[in-house]
Nanobody, 121 residues
Framework: VQLQASGGGLVQAGGSLRLSCAAS?????????IGWFRQAPGKKREGVSC??????ATYYADSVKGRFTISRDGATMSLQMNSLKVEDTAVYYC????????????????WGQGTLVTVSS
C-alpha cells in the first residue's frame, strides 16, 4: 500500500484547503480505517479525523469539529479544512489501516509522506 498526500500550502487564517490522499495497491473500502493526522513543530503527532473500518465511527479532534470534514471515494481520501486557524499549521499525514478502529497513530501502519499546511495570521 502506498499513499500520496497532496493539497497543502500557505493560506490566510479563515481560509480553506482541501487535502487529498491517493492510495495505490488498495481500494479504500470499508475494511480500511482511514485517518488524517498532523504534527506541529515540537509536538506529538495527533489524530485530526478518522473513519473506522466498516464505516462504524467518524472521529474529529475537538479542535477541528465543525471546521474539517473527512471523506473517501474509491482509492482517494480527502480532508476539507475550512475556517483555518494559525494553530492548524502542521505537517498533515494520511494513513490507513486494515480493520482499524481508532484514531491513534500507533494503530496505523500505512502512511503517506506528509503535506505541509501553513496558516498565516
Amino acid at each position: 500500500v502506498q499513499l500520496q498526500a497532496s493539497g497543502g500550502g500557505l493560506v490566510q487564517a479563515g481560509g480553506s484547503l482541501r487535502l487529498s490522499c491517493a492510495a495505490s495497491g488498495v481500494s479504500l473500502d470499508d475494511d480500511y480505517a482511514i485517518g488524517w493526522f498532523r504534527q506541529a513543530p515540537g509536538k506529538k503527532r495527533e489524530g485530526v479525523s478518522c473513519i473506522s473500518s466498516d464505516a462504524g465511527a467518524t472521529y474529529y479532534a475537538d479542535s477541528v469539529k465543525g471546521r474539517f470534514t473527512i471523506s473517501r471515494d474509491g482509492a482517494t481520501m480527502s480532508l476539507q479544512m475550512n475556517s483555518l486557524k494559525v494553530e492548524d499549521t502542521a505537517v498533515y499525514y494520511c494513513a490507513v489501516q486494515l480493520y482499524g478502529r481508532t484514531c491513534y497513530a500507533d494503530e496505523y501502519i500505512y502512511w503517506g509522506q506528509g503535506t505541509l499546511v501553513t496558516v498565516s495570521s
